[in-house]
């Protein structure tokens, strides 16, 4: 997958939720914003340990940064 070239249903959570699925990890603790830090934390093990692509682990960060930005600012409007 190319990440200069992502369409809009690339930039899902989804696609974090499937990249950690291949791994056999579910995050799910009720609040948004703890399960993007969990997910987070689960990439950096991931691309460490050299199981995933720098390229898979760039894309989705940068999808797990958008998402959390969303949660703050709908978390400050309230």
């Known amino acids: 997958m190319n990440i200069n070239h992502t369409t809009k249903k690339d930039l899902t959570?989804?696609?974090v939720y499937q990249l950690l699925k291949r791994f056999n990890i579910i995050v799910y603790t009720?609040?948004?914003?703890?399960?993007i830090a969990i997910m987070e934390l689960e990439l950096e093990d991931l691309i460490e340990w050299k199981?995933?692509?720098?390229?898979e682990f760039i894309h989705a960060?940068?999808?797990l940064?958008?998402?959390?930005?969303?949660?703050k600012k709908e978390?400050?409007?309230?």
Do not use: P, S
């Not at 940064?65 to 949660?71: D, G, V």
């Not at 978390?75 to 309230?78: A, P, Q, S």
């Open 30 to 35: 009720g609040n948004r914003l703890d399960d």
């Open 51 to 55: 199981l995933i692509t720098d390229e």
């Open 75 to 78: 978390k400050e409007m309230k």
């Open 61 to 63: 960060k940068r999808i």
């Open 13 to 15: 959570l989804h696609y």
């Open 65 to 71: 940064i958008h998402y959390a930005n969303q949660e």
